[in-house]
């Protein structure tokens, strides 16, 4: 089965800096890896995603990058704020038949004034 | 504007107590899921459901059960809580339709924070 590993675990940054978030995944025939934001006291909710036919997506100041060849796919913010402090978790996932999205174990994010 | 509620935000059970966490979107999806949090664990997966009536066992089902009759409803049994069940559970919802706008997304309700004494 899939298995997803995230890094760092925690990410402290200035406000203004880019902020990266890694994740590796075991599978070579998963081929969907969105990533989701967390905030305090809210569930996850998604912010941008990335097939496998695509090797990277760009959505205001957030970006997806992946390497299938390396197996691993990537998080970039740039011009961080404050309200970027959540906690992120990528996933991966094979996009047939019922897709189990595996996820990694999160990085908190905190983004100082 | 809220999709999927989770009925209790904050329980506090004994151990050995019979426990249900319920939840409920209003997305007409088929496909339910209930995940584990727990720190430097990331989300597990314990049950999940294709559509009404139907279960599916995740990656960490044991000391849990669920109940599916109804689409919009989802629940979690925990039939003898212990306290290593202390977690936060998050419950989601997605479409089956994979050519649907939003097919793949997980639509999670804010979590329900349960401390097993």
């Known amino acids: 089965g899939e298995n997803v590993e995230q890094h760092p675990s925690t990410l402290s940054v200035q406000e203004g800096d880019s902020a990266v978030i890694k994740c590796t995944y075991s599978?070579?025939?998963?081929?969907?890896f969105p990533w989701y934001k967390q905030e305090l006291g809210k569930g996850p909710q998604l912010i941008i995603d990335i097939r496998s036919n695509v090797g990277e997506k760009k959505d205001q100041r957030i970006a997806v990058t992946l390497n299938k060849t390396a197996k691993h796919f990537s998080l970039h913010i740039t011009e961080t704020q404050p309200e970027d402090s959540a906690v992120y978790f990528c996933?991966?996932?094979?996009?047939?038949?019922?897709?189990?999205?595996?996820f990694g174990t999160g990085t908190r994010l905190l983004v100082s004034p | 504007d809220v999709k999927v509620t989770q009925s209790s935000r904050y329980l506090v059970k004994r151990t050995g107590e019979k426990v249900f966490l319920e939840c409920v979107q209003d997305m007409d999806h088929e496909n339910m899921f209930w995940y584990r949090q727990d720190p430097g664990l990331g989300l597990r997966l314990i049950y999940f459901s294709y559509d009404v009536k139907m279960k599916e066992k995740g990656d960490i089902p044991e000391g849990y059960s669920v109940s599916r009759e109804k689409k919009e409803r989802f629940s979690l049994i925990l039939e003898s809580a212990s306290t290593n069940q202390t977690s936060m559970y998050l419950c989601a919802s997605r479409t089956a339709g994979i050519s649907l706008p939003g097919a793949n997304v997980l639509t999670f309700g804010a979590g329900s924070r349960l401390t097993v004494l």
């Open positions: 996933a991966a996932t094979l996009n047939t038949g019922f897709q189990k999205l595996v």
């Open positions: 599978d070579s025939a998963s081929n969907y």
